[in-house]
């Protein structure tokens, strides 16, 4: 049989402070999981959503992994859509992206200037980027660019900075916002996208760093690889979308398991937090569980009782904890070198910063408990 | 046969070098329906009887059987369980949890039993009457006297109908009314309600409610006077 549900409630009363100083401690802990957790999900997420499988992207061999630093002739697009069949193609129109990509730094009208993702685009990028979706204004005209969800993020500053029909400076030119759009949380999100010849021009450059090709099914990408491996004057190489941020994901690894690592060390500490509490809260009541004991109470059940106790605590910071999670943390943006991403706060954020929650309080418990049943009975009761 | 019946129980302590015997080779039979006090110097090993009588600790040698139960070999699980059906235990400082009412307090007990909440609820209202604090039942310990909360502590003690009731120095920390307050209490249960039970104490005068008293010194018993029982220290007769 066990202990009636009030005693365990009740006794957090007994020290309210002592409770609530826990209760703070436990939220603080199981928040900073939530924040930790979410860190590592958002950048998971933006590295998974950004690799599309059916993609294929060709860009230069001399460039190692990093496309910012390839360079391909603006022949390729073309020499690519005539030799292969691979390429999906409807109304006459190739779907592949010819794209000019670089990091350069821009000047908002705020003045602050900071390192930008640009992207230099023709009008078909949408039909292989297949995630960008224009969420206001229009598509940018020379002169225009167009801004990712995330942009002002990455750049450091407030949204309103970059909001349609302000102007941004870069590559000593003025540009005008004319639309914004979102990509389903893939890294896009945190780049500018304008006019590929515009920005060539802005540039003095008359090369492409990649093509971007929507490929008829999964399969066709080795008509590609055998393309590049053939033709090795044109020094090129192709990696599916999808590999291509799988690799990036490797070089993030340390980040992750930085991440797990601390918040291993927060439930660490937190677990310190619930043994303070319990081990306090039982010295004075060495008696009174001898007591229940003497009145047929097995210890089984006075330590699921005490457990409680650390379980009401922990569930409530749990909640506290998760509530403010999912309202204020859950989407919160962040800088990262290769862009922004949203801290996610998802299901397994949830799960993970909840499980840690509670078993603060159940170990917290545990320890103070069966030191607390060990002794006799007989002596527990001469205690004071 | 007795109600409780201990035949040649013996407890030892060590203490690093030294051994003590609060216990040696003692008998004791109690009928059913007795008030027995137990008297005896500090330290002469009367906790250390009451709580061999109340299953709380084993003898290292002799038996004691309760209601025809050998609770000397009972494993700790079963013990529990017996103490919950055959005993009710009253404390010196009567151990009331603070954060329960009076009436939870003396609910406490009953939980373990296997009775309906109607039950439950009419014993409760029966123990808390025949302390006499039915007006009290919501109060918290810290708002209640010291009797009173020992009332609660008596209460919580047969409420759930023991075989036997034993009480540690049930007045040791009462002033001179409350403690005659007890006493009454106890003896009119031990009376009126035919509640067996043993009783710890160093006061000669609260001793002299029971209707056997009994005194333990060099882990004997000695002189042992008896106003209405038949028993001694023998136990060769029988009720
Ligand atoms: N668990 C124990 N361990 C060691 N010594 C004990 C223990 N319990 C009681 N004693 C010793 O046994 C003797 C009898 O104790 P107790 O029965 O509590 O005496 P009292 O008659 O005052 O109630 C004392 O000397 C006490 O110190
Ligand atoms: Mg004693």
Not at chain 1, 215 to 223: G, I, Q, V
Not at chain 2, 194 to 203: E, K, P
Request: with cysteine; charged share 20%.
């Amino acid at each position: 049989m066990l202990l009636p549900w009030e005693y365990g409630v009740r006794n957090l009363a007994r020290r309210p402070i002592h409770s609530g100083l826990t209760l703070f401690a436990l939220t603080t802990v199981t928040l900073l999981i939530f924040v930790v957790v979410g860190f590592i999900r958002g950048l998971e997420r933006s590295l998974a959503v950004s690799g599309d499988p059916n993609v294929m992207l060709v860009y230069s061999l001399t460039s190692e992994e990093n496309i910012e630093n390839s360079s391909i002739s603006a022949q390729i697009p073309d020499l690519l859509a005539a030799s292969l069949s691979a390429t999906v193609k409807h109304f006459g129109i190739t779907h592949h992206s010819p794209e000019l990509y670089l990091g350069s730094r821009v000047t908002t009208a705020d003045q602050s200037p900071g390192l930008g993702l640009v992207r230099g685009v023709t009008p078909t990028a949408p039909l292989v980027r297949r995630t960008v979706r224009m969420t206001e204004g229009t598509w940018p005209q020379p002169g225009e660019v167009m801004v990712g969800r995330l942009a002002a993020t990455k750049l450091g500053v407030p949204t309103e900075v970059l909001k349609i029909g302000n102007q941004i400076e870069m590559e000593g030119q003025a540009w005008q916002i004319s639309g914004t759009f979102a990509a389903e949380g893939a890294s896009f999100e945190s780049e500018i996208w304008c006019d590929l010849s515009d920005l060539q021009t802005a540039t003095k450059r008359q090369d492409l760093s990649l093509v971007a090709m929507l490929l008829k099914d999964r399969t066709a990408s080795s008509e590609v690889d055998l393309f590049c491996m053939e033709r090795k004057d044109l020094e090129l190489r192709a990696v599916r979308e999808s590999e291509y941020y799988q690799t990036l994901q490797q070089h993030y690894r340390p980040v992750r398991i930085l991440g797990w690592l601390i918040v291993g060390l927060v439930a660490t500490a937190g677990i310190f937090a619930g043994l303070n509490l319990m081990y306090g809260a039982l010295a004075g009541r060495i008696r009174e569980l001898a007591m229940l004991q003497v009145l047929g109470y097995k210890r089984v059940a006075i330590l699921v009782s005490v457990v409680q106790e650390g379980l009401v605590l922990a569930s409530a910071a749990s909640l506290i904890a998760g509530t403010f999670a999912v309202c204020w943390i859950n989407g919160l943006t962040v800088r990262f070198t290769m862009g922004a991403f949203a801290l996610r706060i998802d299901s397994l954020a949830i799960l993970s910063g909840c499980a840690v929650g509670l078993l603060l309080g159940i170990l917290g418990a545990l320890p103070p408990a069966l030191k607390a049943l060990h002794a006799s009975v007989a002596i527990n009761l001469k205690a004071v | 046969m007795a109600l409780v019946e201990l035949q040649n129980v013996s407890k030892q302590f060590t203490k690093g070098e030294q051994t003590i015997t609060p216990l040696d080779h003692i008998d004791l039979h109690i009928a059913e329906g007795e008030f027995v006090s137990l008297m005896g110097p500090s330290g002469s090993g009367k906790s250390t009887l009451l709580n061999l009588v109340s299953g709380i600790d084993r003898p290292d040698s002799g038996s004691i059987v309760v209601n025809g139960t050998d609770i000397s070999q009972l494993s700790r699980g079963k013990l529990a369980d017996w103490r919950a059906k055959n005993l009710g235990y009253i404390f010196q400082t009567h151990n009331l949890i603070p954060v329960l009412t009076a009436y939870e307090n003396i609910e406490l007990p009953t939980l373990l039993l296997k009775q309906t909440a109607q039950e439950r609820q009419r014993r409760v209202q029966l123990a808390m009457e025949a302390v006499g604090l039915s007006d009290r039942a919501d109060h918290y310990p810290r708002q209640l006297s010291g009797g009173q909360e020992q009332r609660v502590g008596i209460a919580r003690a047969i409420v759930t109908h023991p075989k036997i009731v034993v009480a540690d120095e049930p007045t040791g920390s009462l002033d001179v009314n409350t403690s005659q307050q007890i006493q009454v209490l106890l003896q009119r249960l031990n009376q009126q309600l035919g509640i067996t039970m043993l009783m710890v104490t160093h006061d000669t005068e609260v001793a002299s409610i029971a209707s056997r008293q009994l005194r333990l010194d060099q882990g004997k018993f000695v002189d042992e006077r008896s106003s209405t029982s038949t028993f001694c220290e023998g136990g060769q007769s029988d009720a």
